[in-house]
């Protein structure tokens, strides 16, 4: 076995790089006491990560009568990372560095194309992005999250009611994209990002809940995202919660699907004689003016989310329930959506505590499709480091 394909060495790489992202600004010798390994290796491991721009040295600081100490921190301007959410009728592409911040972004309409179309269009988009902001830098992989059933292994997305796409070989379409390219669903995405940069990072243990115009669910157990047996964990479209709601295509009343989403929200205020709302922007713009009855629309929508999460809350017990999409670009709906599952839950205001927001409660789900490039990365950096010096043979 060459040294270059040593499993044992490739954990270490990672073990370095993960150690430096979760705790920046430790000493080679305090990584190495961290994870275990000798301070030599991590030397040896920190100088080609150096090298390749993964992590960066802060300035020195002095430690008695010894050797200053030198910080580590993970590179976030030298390489990037491209996300993409494939939307029903608009895609958001993103390019970010390591820490999840966006560095540039753009949004590429294509409702009433096919896939192939759609796909073609975002392709020639994120090109474009790529040559006009990344500035040299280069782009380590692309991660792209789609809503609907995602087939991760075989690079498929196998359903999504949303954009009328099914069997849609995905990652082979996106081929002319930064490689290498990883597809999964939104719902994943969102822990993922949660799990870096958002609640995750203090609770291992939670519940994540997608409420856009896709739903979906994850469970996250000790910072393991659970796909479930056949990767389709997560389905709650299809979770009642009114006895007296809009007839559902799976044949009962009142789904989380029809109840909840970002169009159903249109759709009701359409049922109210709101015929000024053409799409949920209009819905946002009008809240945000006070117009009492679309705030009214938007605590129902929210009740419903709240019926669904006192539900799986009682199912699952997790350590946190985490809210992410349109309902948590209000923080100050919460108090709301926690009296509801207060209301509905066995465990009562117990339950409540643990329902939050995501931490991100600006939308992005194009930045938590880059999250999934950014594990990959963080999972096996010693990979992408062996491409740099490959590609640059090539050159």
């Not at 995602?150 to 099914?166: T, Y």
């Not at 930045?367 to 490959?390: G, H, K």
């Given at each position: ?203 291992p243990d939670f519940l994540l809940m997608v409420i856009t115009s896709d739903l979906g669910a994850v ?177």
């Open positions: 076995m060459s040294r270059r394909t040593d499993p044992a060495r490739a954990r270490n790489f990672a073990s370095v790089l993960r150690e430096t992202f979760a705790s920046p600004g430790r000493s080679r010798k305090e990584i190495a006491d961290a994870i275990g390994i000798s301070a030599a290796s991590v030397t040896s491991i920190a100088a080609s990560l150096l090298d390749h721009q993964l992590i960066a040295e802060a300035e020195a600081v002095a430690a008695g009568q010894g050797r200053p100490r030198v910080p580590l921190r993970v590179d976030n301007e030298s390489n990037l990372v491209m996300g993409i959410h494939l939307g029903p009728r608009v895609t958001g592409v993103v390019l970010t560095g390591l820490d999840g911040i966006s560095k540039a972004s753009v949004l590429v309409p294509h409702s009433g194309l096919d896939a192939e179309a759609s796909f073609a269009r975002i392709i020639e988009q994120a090109n474009l992005l790529i040559a006009e902001h990344a500035k040299g830098r280069q782009i380590l992989g692309t991660g792209v999250a789609t809503g609907g059933i995602v087939d991760r292994i075989n690079g498929r997305i196998v359903e999504n009611q949303g954009a009328g796409w099914s069997e849609v070989p995905a990652v082979s379409m996106l081929a002319d994209l930064p490689q290498p390219l990883i597809l999964d669903n939104n719902a994943r995405a969102a822990a993922q990002s949660e799990l870096f940069y958002g609640h995750g990072a203090k609770e469970l996250v157990s000790s910072g393991q995202i659970r796909a479930g047996w056949s990767q389709h964990a997560g389905n709650i479209a299809h979770l009642q919660v009114s006895d007296a709601g809009y007839p559902c295509e799976c044949g009962r009343r009142g789904c989380l699907q029809v109840m909840a989403t970002d169009e159903a929200t249109v759709r009701r205020a359409h049922a109210a004689g709101r015929m000024d709302v053409k799409d949920y922007g209009d819905i946002d713009r009008l809240y945000d003016a006070g117009d009492e009855q679309i705030r009214s629309l938007v605590a129902e929508r929210n009740g419903f989310v709240a019926h669904a999460a006192a539900t799986v809350f009682d199912l699952l017990d997790p350590g946190l329930l985490v809210i992410a999409g349109t309902p948590a670009e209000r923080p100050e709906t919460l108090p709301e959506v926690q009296s509801v599952v207060a209301s509905r839950s066995l465990q009562g205001p117990l339950a409540a505590r643990r329902v939050v927001y995501s931490s991100d409660h600006e939308l992005s789900l194009s930045i938590f499709a880059a999250s999934i490039m950014v594990n990959e990365v963080l999972s096996n950096p010693l990979s992408f480091i062996e491409r740099m010096q490959t590609e640059a043979i090539r050159k």
